[in-house]
Nanobody
Framework: QVQLVESGGGLVQAGGSLRLSCGAS????????MGWYRQAPGKQRELVAE???????NYADSVKGRFTISRDNAKNTVYLQMNSLKPEDTAVYYC?????????????WGQGTQVTVSS
């Protein structure tokens, strides 16, 4: 099991930057997949960026070149640096962790942090 706590959301003007943090309650090296999702009002939750199994990264097309996911293993923390923010990036951002045990897959979510980008 793992608890995830996000921070760093807020209100920013278009073109600005924010950095989100996700602290995990266990060693993130023991977590198979960690990443960020977002959900805008009236829309489905969507993948933003993630560290896949093996440590490679995967980004949504809409954020490539603007967002960067990174991690600090010593702090058990994953970050999402968001640059050149656009109003369409406005959403609640959620940290996600997936743990695989045999054929079972366990999904964990943080409480979410609001990001609002004004035009």
């Amino acid at each position: 099991q793992v608890q995830l706590v996000e921070s760093g959301g807020g209100l920013v003007q278009a073109g600005g930057s924010l950095r989100l943090s996700c602290g995990a309650s266990r060693n993130i090296l023991s977590i198979n997949v960690m990443g960020w999702y977002r959900q805008a009002p009236g829309k489905q939750r969507e993948l933003v960026a993630e560290f896949t199994i093996g440590g490679s990264t995967n980004y949504a097309d809409s954020v490539k070149g603007r967002f960067t996911i990174s991690r600090d293993n010593a702090k058990n923390t994953v970050y999402l640096q968001m640059n050149s923010l656009k109003p369409e990036d406005t959403a609640v951002y959620y940290c996600n962790a997936e743990i695989f045990k045999g054929t079972a897959r366990y999904d964990y979510w943080g409480q979410g942090t609001q990001v609002t980008v004004s035009s």
